[in-house]
């Protein structure tokens, strides 16, 4: 679905309902607006269910000042229209109250986004505003002087964030990754101490680019292939549900035969992918007309060393990823489950994933089917895509709880005869 040819109701409506949805605000909290061509502005209106809005409730605002719509637009205007003003490259705007943005809003600081290669390429300059009264002329220019210093992303005092790009699906990546990295910071403080990339390491992540693949003309000519990516994309779009994936983050792939696999394009939203938008590689080709993940290399790598492997998944969810940008170990012998899908999780170094896809497909084996890698995430294996996606859940829920323990004590992790036993009981047969 691209965003751009449906109507700018339709298009804030669609926005507002995923980020209700995924408790990024509440009933009366937030606001959206786009700026079209003709220089209108439509945006959501002032007292309105959030959960309920519908493109009948949207309000269009024109440039002398008059509107059209069975509402009084949003109180929140003023620093829409300042935002519009100060920065003409900007053309969507969101306004929310995600509880982990809050947080930082109310301890008055930016959310760190150097812990991840994607959340600083993606968020860019981030800036804080100063308290206003909410819908004040003040409070818009106080938002609007951060904007016109070069920020797309602008926390508020004691009040939630502000996001501008020049779409509306833009917009919300970015809100969606900024509310990542603040999730990340919360979770890794709990853990331990956090690392951070540096300038050499980031410059290194955006310098790499991935080596182009010859494409070849693909026409499915078989239900099994109709079939894998059928399946494969109600599991992409449980992720994203799950929160296990994000827009723009979230690589899953399946092996179809012993030379070829189905992958996650680059730059598609993980929330509207459909069947034909992955993309099938065929040896060192790929179907043409499409752009598979950066991470394609690596899946590659792990399906050619490894037969056992059918299905694979790259991610960044909130919990899980706290361990790799700290020092902490994640520990899987919390439950048996977790050790049963999860054995012994290794952390690999930063950068293996872009330069040395091979080295890490050596550690993708059958008594280590999940890695972690610094300040990267978390690389999942199975022998097939609903058991790829269980492991991955079961990390990141073991992760969570391992992260909320911290405020109440010691854990005490099974011990190494119940480990014996567990082992006897479940892989003897490996």
């Given at each position: 679905?691209?965003m751009?040819?449906?109507?700018?109701?339709?298009?804030?409506?669609?926005?507002?309902?995923?980020?209700?949805?995924?408790?990024?605000?509440?009933?009366?909290g937030?606001?959206?607006?786009i700026?079209?061509?003709?220089?209108?502005?439509?945006?959501?209106?002032?007292g309105?269910?959030?959960?309920?809005?519908t493109?009948?409730?949207?309000?269009?605002?024109?440039?002398?000042g008059?509107?059209?719509?069975?509402?009084?637009?949003?109180?929140?205007?003023?620093f829409h229209?300042?935002?519009?003003?100060?920065?003409?490259?900007?053309?969507?705007?969101?306004h929310?109250?995600?509880?982990s943005?809050v947080?930082?809003?109310?301890?008055?600081?930016?959310?760190?986004?150097?812990?991840l290669?994607?959340?600083?390429e993606?968020?860019?300059?981030?800036?804080?505003?100063?308290?206003a009264?909410?819908?004040?002329?003040?409070?818009?220019?106080?938002?609007?002087?951060?904007?016109?210093q070069?920020?797309?992303?602008?926390?508020?005092?004691?009040h939630?964030?502000v996001?501008?790009s020049?779409?509306?699906?833009?917009?919300?990546?970015?809100l969606?990754?900024?509310?990542l990295?603040?999730?990340?910071?919360?979770?890794?403080?709990?853990l331990?101490?956090?690392?951070?990339?540096?300038?050499?390491?980031?410059?290194?992540?955006?310098?790499?680019?991935?080596?182009?693949?010859?494409?070849y003309q693909?026409?499915?000519?078989?239900?099994?292939?109709?079939?894998?990516r059928?399946?494969?994309?109600k599991?992409i779009?449980?992720?994203?549900?799950?929160?296990?994936?994000?827009?723009?983050?979230?690589?899953?792939?399946?092996?179809l035969d012993?030379?070829s696999?189905?992958?996650?394009?680059?730059?598609?939203?993980?929330k509207?992918m459909?069947s034909?938008?992955?993309?099938?590689?065929?040896?060192?080709?790929?179907?043409s007309?499409?752009?598979?993940?950066?991470?394609?290399k690596l899946?590659?790598?792990?399906?050619?060393?490894?037969?056992?492997?059918?299905?694979?998944?790259?991610?960044?969810p909130?919990?899980?990823?706290?361990?790799?940008?700290?020092?902490?170990e994640?520990?899987s012998?919390?439950?048996?489950?977790?050790?049963?899908?999860?054995?012994?999780?290794?952390?690999?170094?930063f950068?293996?994933?872009q330069?040395?896809?091979?080295?890490?497909?050596q550690?993708?084996?059958?008594?280590?089917?999940?890695v972690?890698?610094?300040?990267?995430?978390?690389?999942?294996?199975?022998?097939s895509?609903?058991?790829?996606f269980?492991?991955?859940?079961v990390?990141?829920?073991?992760?969570?709880?391992?992260?909320?323990?911290?405020?109440?004590?010691n854990?005490?992790?099974?011990?190494?005869e119940?480990?014996?036993?567990?082992?006897?009981?479940?892989?003897?047969?490996?």
């Open positions: 679905m691209k751009e040819w449906i109507h700018p109701s339709e298009q804030l409506v669609t926005i507002m309902n995923r980020i209700y949805r995924y408790g990024m605000t509440t009933t009366s937030g606001n959206l607006s700026l079209d061509d003709d220089g209108d502005i439509w945006i959501t209106p002032a309105i269910d959030k959960g309920s809005l493109p009948r409730d949207i309000v269009r605002v024109k440039a002398d008059t509107h059209d719509g069975i509402h009084q637009p949003s109180s929140e205007l003023p229209e300042l935002i519009y003003k100060a920065r003409p490259d900007i053309r969507s705007i969101i929310a109250h995600t509880p943005l947080t930082f809003s109310i301890l008055r600081k930016v959310p760190n986004h150097r812990f290669p994607d959340l600083s993606i968020c860019g300059k981030v800036g804080i505003a100063k308290y009264l909410p819908g004040s002329q003040q409070l818009g220019k106080n938002i609007a002087e951060v904007f016109s070069g920020s797309n992303a602008v926390i508020l005092e004691n939630g964030v996001i501008g020049n779409t509306i699906i833009e917009t919300f990546k970015i969606e990754l900024l509310d990295s603040a999730k990340l910071e919360i979770n890794a403080n709990r331990g101490r956090t690392v951070m990339l540096s300038d050499l390491q980031l410059e290194f992540y955006q310098a790499f680019s991935v080596e182009e693949l010859l494409e693909h026409s499915i000519k078989n239900s099994e292939e109709l079939y894998a059928e399946e494969l994309i599991l779009h449980r992720s994203y549900d799950q929160r296990l994936f994000s827009s723009t983050q979230g690589t899953f792939s399946e092996r012993s030379s696999f189905l992958i996650t394009p680059h730059a598609v939203d993980r509207t459909r034909e938008d992955l993309v099938r590689i065929e040896g060192d080709r790929r179907e007309g499409k752009f598979p993940s950066r991470a394609v899946h590659k790598a792990i399906y050619d060393q490894h037969p056992h492997v059918n299905s694979i998944i790259i991610a960044h909130p919990n899980i990823t706290a361990f790799a940008i700290t020092n902490t994640f520990e012998r919390t439950i048996p489950e977790s050790y049963i899908l999860l054995r012994n999780v290794k952390k690999l170094p950068g293996v994933t330069d040395r896809p091979e080295t890490v497909a550690h993708c084996t059958i008594e280590q089917p999940v972690l890698v610094k300040n990267d995430g978390v690389v999942v294996t199975a022998q895509a609903l058991q790829a269980d492991r991955l859940e990390i990141e829920y073991n992760a969570e709880a391992i992260i909320a323990s911290k405020d109440m004590g854990i005490i992790s099974i011990n190494n119940q480990i014996k036993e567990i082992e006897l009981a479940f892989f003897h047969n490996q």
